[in-house]
Each structure stands twice: as structure tokens, then as C-alpha cells.
């Protein structure tokens, strides 16, 4: 998610179950990790993703101002194939909102 200077707290939920509350891991998920966290940038990473992954993500930020939420639902689909083949599994971008 996009932050700035005036960001005072922020943080990755699944529900409403926190991930990432700044730089403290709540979640203990080892597949859930911070991808960037600068001071323009935070975002997470959910490793060897599966179907019960799925489901609305937020990210929370705190401001002098007020708070604002960024929303993502991560889909998972699965995927089947034998240990010969080759594959190429791609990632949509998926656009905030909220």
C-alpha cells in the first residue's frame, strides 16, 4: 500500500486478523512476510499461497488526520499438473480499493 510522511502507524490485516502491525509480525504464518516497508511503500508477501489464503486483505493506515484503509480480495485458483510438464503460473495485479 501507498504511504507518506504523515503516516504514523500502519498495518496488513486478513479479516480481522492483524499480519503486520509495522515492522512486528503478529501473524504466525511463516509464509507471511514484508515485502517493502520504506517510507512510501507497505506491502506484504504470502509465500506458497493456497485456497485458504483467499479472501479480503487491508491495509490500515493511521494519519494525524484520520485513518484510511486500502482493500484487496486475493483469488485463488488451483492448479493441477504432472511432475514432466512445464507451466507457467502468472499473478494478476489487483487494484486497491476502499
Do not use: F
Amino acid at each position: 500500500c501507498t504511504i507518506d510522511d504523515r503516516v504514523t502507524r500502519v498495518a496488513w490485516l486478513n479479516r480481522s486478523t492483524i499480519l503486520y502491525a509495522g515492522n512486528d509480525k503478529w501473524s504466525i504464518d511463516p509464509r507471511v512476510i514484508i515485502l517493502v516497508n520504506t517510507p512510501t511503500q507497505y506491502s506484504i508477501m504470502i509465500q506458497n499461497v493456497d485456497v485458504y489464503d483467499e479472501g479480503p486483505y487491508t491495509c490500515s493506515v493511521q494519519t494525524d488526520n484520520h485513518p484510511k484503509t486500502s482493500r484487496v480480495h486475493l483469488i485463488v485458483q488451483e492448479y493441477s499438473y504432472s511432475e514432466d510438464s512445464h507451466s507457467l503460473l502468472a499473478c494478476p495485479i489487483l487494484t486497491p480499493y476502499g
